[in-house]
């Protein structure tokens, strides 16, 4: 077979055609016999020669001969000057910032040009600008108009002249600033003046106002004239089609402007040289003078509707008649009744004109068909396929429908007319007989449900039933639905749609006022809560307020039922939030908040689990004691209850109620709780607490020490006295620094004040804006009383003296040491005192203090103490061994620092020894002795402290030994508990969960055993005081795992179950679903044998669990074993090509039947022997009336596939089974290879003969050398 192509006589000739000029002889090949191939030459001609090149080389060789023109840059740089004088901004030092700089930055951004700027000598500007030319021309007007100081001038032209200055669409004028970079400004044609104004440079300004100058001279040049010509004989002058007039124009240079027929003027104007011109009026005259003469017109009535016909399109009819006949036809205006045309011409000629424009006339018609408006989008068709198919034949047609009438007009030539007419009323009747219509009437506020969501319900009545439905816009308000298309089908959507909108007419809307802060909750994170409602009451739309609203109102809409249900539900949901968000404050002193949290929040924890409540504290650097406890209401009350009792256990708390008048309570609790608050900071920081305003009760109740709360009593009951009888009150005001100095150490001061008078002093809060108001509360006399003293004082503290005192320069570190922490709490203890110490370095013992003489005094007494202190100090030593030392000082040091404060001493522990084993330092010989023996001996006495054991207390002796006291007590004990060994790892727990709970509830260490120890023992240690708890509570988790491991042992009861395989799927279920329940119900696992084990019997089933539970499972599985074995399996034989209808999309009609008659139905699987049975399985009735229901449907669907397959051979014609001849390939004769010369037939292989592209080729060894 041969490997070229071959070319078909036509394929050929077109390949030869572009090759050689001349006739070529091209063998034809036909299907009975094969001419002679052609020759090589013919089918590929070589080259022409160089001597044929030169012959032809004087005739044009084609575009690539041309020579090539050299292509322009398309970037251009311009450099502009701007003289000193004419700069705009002449600031010498702001060169390459400020004004200029910006200006030339938005210039480059707004015209893309690229800007240099630079300073001449003489101060002059040079820009140099670089870009493509317009952007330079745009950025060189901007530098002018924003750099350069602009001037003006005006140029008086004749106002006729200044359209050609514009040019069309201000073309001229904008090429024109930009050429000169100036603003030209032209007065509007309203305007009489003729002064044109120009803006800009100097230079500018010349060039600007040459060019206008130069167009003006022009136009001057050229003459205008009018000539007033009738209008009916402007058409003869203008000649068919324009081309008198434009005759003319050519043959004279003139510019002649006739009137269009719209426009009602009559004159003509000419512009052009005068001599041009006159000709050219003259030629115009003639023909109007000639025409007026020799025509004469006939009035014809048409029908105005034809009258479009006679014009044609764009006036086509008009300018043909014109050309045929000479004579021209006037037709009324389009918005005139007047039916009258008028032909103009030469009498002769008028009878044939008149002909055509009847002929014109008539040559299109108008006719209507009568269809229903409903029929009129299925006569269009989709996407008005039905009409395309009349409008492609008859495309001069024109059918019109009009929306609201029963009729389509046609409108187009009569022949064309008439056959879609027919074809329209052939469309028309054929709808009218297999279509129908009905309305019905459904309220308009349910169509949107009709409609449903993104048009789902609507669009499944349109596809199910093949039918049209047409709902008014809302915009309409009507109640009018349409149903259109098959009448069965208009039938079922009918009955649907009244369905649906009767049960809407049964829905209800009910609002339920539930409080906005419960809306949240109610809705669930991510909408969880509310989804699960809608999901239990899909019929019913739940709609929440906007958040923004502040409304209460949840609205639920849906059949009155449901709603009545969710209502029902979500009421109760709402009453369990209500009973959920009882809050109550409990007022707990600060100190003990710490043990109401617990070891990392053990305490707080299991009290928030147990009550089931929330419980927020407030935080620590808070000064609020109130603990806020929410949730049901006797919750709240327990978990409260739970906290009193620690702080009850914790201290010598004791409560007392106290009856005051309910009346008095406002007044007692004083603006913004202030007189309250100076009641309990007064008695140790008692709890007040008053009842709910608007209660009724009189019961105020008072916690605290007993001591203090005897006190508080006292005051409050004075004060409700004092209340009831008259209380007056004054205000006094003193600096917030001389407040602590009045009060006094422990209230001392302010006691005095109020124990003499009997008057209430009460000194401003933290938080309470206006800090020197003191209020005195009380009778007028006391109050006066205590006034007088309280301004006394100030007055005293007013007065500054200036004082010193001796102090011995080796305490002066005390007082300045920590930033001078002593002497800060000195002035703020006594009215804001300053005291200075001498420098360091200088053996000075003067102590300077300045302040209020009353303070002054009083911190020189403090000093005075605090130096005693200082020289009564002594140094105790406490042995601790350095592994407590952690566990003694507390989390952060808190321990340690509450003992030093408590005992108001200084405890320094020692440094950590890296290596704890003791070891003895080597003796030193000193002055040739031997080292101290009795040191050395009481450094190796293993009885003796190490020095990193031992702890050092300074402060007063007494202070001293017992704050030592204080931190023996917290050294840990360690006591062994015995707890079975198999029990280790259930109390460590997953991860250590287990054991690190026990630690931070009981606050202690529990130390579990390695396993490979095998021990039972485990240890303890804590504080002496949690080790009991800790113990018994560790004793109590052993009892529950013994418990748990005895359940264990009751649940690992196993039963055996014989039950024939084939019934295992039965039994396991769709998706496991049977056998997930039987597990549920019983709480027992049941193990089905694994097939692929050969050992295991495939008949046992395990069950384990409770021996009872196992035994109900057991029967439970046997039950449906029963069930099963009553069950008979038949094959029917059914036509496998309706297997596919009968299974339905992914198996859902299979499964509707199998649901519907309680069978199995098992389909073959592909390439079984018999494709045609299929398996029924079930109780013996259920299985005959499921085969006659799928023989019933294998009936109605095998009809519909021997149609289709009939169909089939129609729709697909055979394929042509005859294989066409092998293909020869491209053949010529007279090839260089098989003639007899030495040339050979190219290689096909050779990669010298085809080489490929980029391929390295063996140079050809040539007999006298390589190519030079």
Known sequence: MSSVAVLTQESFAEHRSGLVPQQIKVATLNSEEESDPPTYKDAFPPLPEKAACLESAQEPAGAWSNKIRPI???????????????????????????????????????????????????????????????????????????????????????????????????????????????????????????????????????????????????????????????????????????????????????????????????????????EQLAQAVARIKKIYEEKKKKTTTIAVEVKKSQHKYVIGPKGNSLQEILERTGVSVEIPPSDSISETVILRGEPEKLGQALTEVYAKANSFTVSSVSAPSWLHRFIIGKKGQNLAKITQQMPKVHIEFTEGEDKITLEGPTEDVNVAQEQIEGMVKDLINRMDYVEINIDHKFHRHLIGKSGANINRIKDQYKVSVRIPPDSEKSNLIRIEGDP????????????????????????????????????????????????????????FPDPAQKSDIVQLRGPK????????????????????????????????????????????????????????????????????????????????????????????????????????????????????????????????????????????????????????????????????????????????????????????????????????????????????????????????????????????????????????????????????????????????????????????????????????????????????DLEAQVTVECAIPQKFHRSVMGPKGSRIQQITRDYNVQIKFPDREENPVHSVEPSIQENGDEAGEGREAKETDPGSPRRCDIIIISGRKEKCEAAKEALEALVPVTIEVEVPFDLHRYIIGQKGSGIRKMMDEFEVNIHVPAPELQSDTIAITGLAANLDRAKAGLLDRVK???????????????????????????????????????????????????????????????????????????????????????????DVPLDHRVHARIIGARGKAIRKIMDEFKVDIRFPQSGAPDPNCVTVTGLPENVEEAIDHILNLEEEYLADVVDSEALQVYMKPPAHEESKAPSKGFVVRDAPWTSSSSEKAPDMSSSEEFPSFGAQVAPKTLPWGPKR
């Open 488 to 543: 069965q089908g208009v039938q079922q959507a009918k009955r649907e749609l009244l369905e649906l909108a009767s049960r809407m007419e049964n829905e209800r809307t009910k609002d339920l006022i539930i409080e906005q802060r419960f809306h949240r909750t109610i809705i669930g994170q991510k909408g969880e809560r509310i989804r699960e409602i809608r999901d239990k009451f899909p019929e019913v739309i739940i709609n």
């Open 72 to 274: 322009k840059a398309s970037v251009i740089t311009q450099v502009f000057h701007v003289p000193l004088e004419e700069r705009k901004y002449k600031d010498m030092n702001q060169f390459g910032e400020g004004e200029q700089a910006k200006i030339c930055l938005e210039i480059m951004q707004r015209t893309g040009a690229h800007l240099e700027l630079s300073l001449a000598k003489d101060q002059g500007l040079s820009i140099m600008v670089s870009g493509k030319l317009d952007a330079v021309m745009k950025a060189r007007k901007d530098i002018v108009a924003r750099l350069q100081t602009q001037a003006s001038a005006t140029v008086p032209i004749p106002k006729e002249h200044h359209r050609f200055v514009i040019g069309k669409n201000g073309e001229k004028l904008q090429d024109l600033e930009l050429k000169t970079a100036t603003k030209i400004q032209i007065p509007r044609p309203d305007d009489p003046s003729n002064q044109i104004k120009i803006t800009g440079t100097k230079e500018g300004i010349e060039k600007a106002r040459h060019e206008v100058l130069l167009i003006s001279a022009e136009q001057d040049k050229r003459a205008v004239e009018r000539l007033e010509v009738e209008k009916a004989f402007h058409p003869f002058i203008a000649g068919p089609y324009n081309r008198l007039v434009g005759e003319i124009m050519q043959e004279t240079g003139t510019r002649i402007n006739i009137p269009p027929p719209s426009v009602n003027r009559t004159e003509i104007v000419f512009t052009g040289e005068k």
């Open 561 to 868: 039922n449901e709603v009545e249900k969710c209502t029902k539900y979500m009421q109760k949901m709402v009453a369990d939030l209500v009973e959920n968000s009882y809050s109550i404050s409990v007022p707990i002193f600060k100190q003990f908040h710490k043990n109401i949290i617990g070891k990392g929040g053990a305490n707080i924890k299991k009290i928030r689990e147990e009550s089931n409540t929330k419980i927020d504290l407030p935080a620590e650097n808070s000064n609020s004691e109130t603990i806020v406890i929410t949730g049901k209401r006797a919750n709240c009350e327990a978990a409260r209850s739970r906290i009193l009792s620690i702080q009850k256990d914790l201290a010598n708390i004791a409560e007392v109620e106290v009856s005051i008048p309910a009346k008095l309570h406002n007044s007692l609790i004083g603006t913004k709780g202030r007189l309250i608050r100076s009641i309990m900071e007064e008695c140790g920081g008692v709890h007040i607490h008053f009842p709910v305003e608007g209660s009724g009760s009189d019961t105020v109740v008072i916690r605290g020490p007993s001591s203090d709360v005897e006190k508080a009593k006292k005051q409050l009951l004075h004060l409700a006295e004092e209340k009831q009888t008259k209380s007056f009150t004054v205000d006094i005001r003193a600096k917030p620094e001389y407040h602590k100095f009045l009060i006094g150490k422990g209230g001392g001061k302010i006691r005095k004040v109020r124990d003499s008078t009997g008057a209430r002093i009460i000194f401003p809060a933290a938080e309470d804006k206006d800090q020197d108001l003191i209020t005195i509360i009380g009778k007028e006399d006391a109050v006066r009383e205590a006034q007088k003293e309280l301004e006394a004082l100030i007055q005293n503290l007013d007065n500054v003296v200036e004082d010193y005192m001796l102090v011995d320069p080796k305490h002066h570190r005390h007082f300045v040491i920590r930033r001078g922490q002593v002497l800060r709490e000195i002035a703020e203890e006594y009215g804001g005192v300053m005291v200075s110490f001498p420098r360091s370095g200088t053996q000075s013992d003067k102590v300077t203090l300045k302040g209020a003489k009353d303070c002054v005094e009083a911190a020189k007494k403090r000093i005075q103490e605090i130096i005693e």
């Open 1040 to 1130: 529950e795992l013994q418990a748990e491991q005895e359940d264990r042992a009751l649940r690992s009861f196993k039963l055996n179950v014989t039950v024939d395989p084939k019934y295992h799927p039965k039994i396991i279920g769709r998706k496991g679903a049977v056998i997930t329940q039987i597990r549920l119900e019983h709480d027992v696992n049941i193990q089905f044998p694994d097939k692929d084990d050969g050992n295991q019997p495939q008949d046992q089933i395990t069950i384990t669990g409770y021996e009872k539970n196992t035994e109900a499972a057991r029967d439970a599985i046997l039950k449906i074993v029963g069930e099963l074995e009553q069950m008979v399996s038949e």
